[in-house]
């Protein structure tokens, strides 16, 4: 896999849901899971993560979650 285009991208670009959406994401949660679980549509949960895609230069879920987990490990 490889890493999205913009290497200056970093989490601290996402907001505050969208960066909650992607943490849902990585913990392997469904749009349907994480629309019930922030109270949100599933459909509105689909449209901040293709935010997510967007601003990270990627697109799939597993990218996606690869990107959040080894942004957790950067100190």
């Known amino acids: 896999m490889t890493a999205p285009e913009n290497k200056d991208i970093k989490i601290g670009d996402l907001t505050p849901r969208e960066l909650e959406v992607l943490r849902l994401v990585a ?10 679980e922030l109270g949100i549509a599933e459909a509105t949960a689909k449209t901040h993560l293709r935010k997510v895609y ?3 230069g990627i697109n799939n879920r597993t990218r996606a979650a690869l990107f959040y987990l080894n942004a957790a490990k950067q100190p």
Request: no cysteine.
């Open 54 to 56: 967007r601003k990270l």
């Open 27 to 36: 913990n392997g949660q469904t749009n349907k899971d994480i629309g019930m």
